[in-house]
């Protein structure tokens, strides 16, 4: 299995603000993943990384960027939040040689 | 284009009973199933998965069956508790694109188990 780990788990924030949201785990893992999930919804692939310097944007078009300068790291950031930015991010790990990916408790915004 | 699709927004079924969540996908690509467990407010739990070289894979209460003809994958609960009470999301992958490890979701369906 896999530590992941988001922070903040709740964040209310103003329509302007610049955000962070952080993802971290403890196992060296390569790749690292965020989805954003609306309720009743599917949860949509926004970015992924396969190693350190490695970001690719995912299915779903979203506004939020990331980075990957080490490999137990992997924030995304809302330069100016919007209220249609309110929804829940996923961050999740995959294994090497697995085909499952272990998610992070998530990180609830809510942009007003 | 919805890629992965639950058609069954809610499922309510007895304590005791067997729980049937059903998915289906239009992808022939796809290669490998997974099924997760979210709580509200929670990330998503890995439950079970199942290979396209199978067409059955069982983990105690859970069994997950996949035709692959139909494209239709279910999930089977049983007996069913309380605690399973959840969403329930389907996912696939597509190993033969070099292992991305990108996972494609459905809507999810909320099952209640009640005692």
């Known amino acids: 299995e896999a530590d992941i780990y988001q922070t903040p788990r709740y964040l209310v924030i103003g329509t302007g603000k610049k955000i962070t949201l952080e993802c971290s785990q403890t196992m060296g893992h390569d790749k690292m993943y965020w989805y954003q999930q609306d309720p009743g919804m599917e949860l949509h692939l926004i970015h992924y990384?396969?190693?350190?310097?490695?970001?690719e944007k995912g299915d779903l078009s979203s506004e939020s960027t990331v980075s990957r300068i080490r490999t137990e790291h992997f924030p995304l950031t809302l330069e100016s939040a919007r209220p249609s930015h309110t929804s829940q991010y996923l961050c999740a790990v995959g294994l090497a040689g697995v085909g499952e990916l272990f998610f992070g408790e998530g990180s609830r915004l809510t942009v007003l | 284009d919805q890629q992965v699709k639950q058609n069954s927004p809610s499922l309510s079924v007895q304590e005791g009973r067997i729980s049937i969540l059903n998915c289906d996908y239009t992808n022939s690509m796809f290669d490998y199933f997974l099924w997760y467990k979210k709580y509200p407010a929670e990330g998503p739990t890995f439950l079970i998965s199942?290979?396209?070289?199978?067409d059955k894979n069982e983990d105690g209460r859970f069994t997950v069956f996949l035709n692959k003809s139909a494209k239709h994958l279910s999930l089977h609960i049983v007996p069913s508790q309380p605690g399973d009470s959840a969403v329930y999301f389907c996912?696939?992958?597509?190993?033969?694109?070099?292992?991305?490890?990108?996972?494609?979701f459905g809507q999810g369906t909320t099952l209640q188990v009640k005692p």
């Open positions: 199942i290979s396209s070289i199978k």
């Open positions: 996912a696939a992958s597509d190993h033969g694109s070099g292992n991305t490890g990108k996972l494609i």
């Open positions: 990384s396969y190693g350190v310097n490695s970001t």
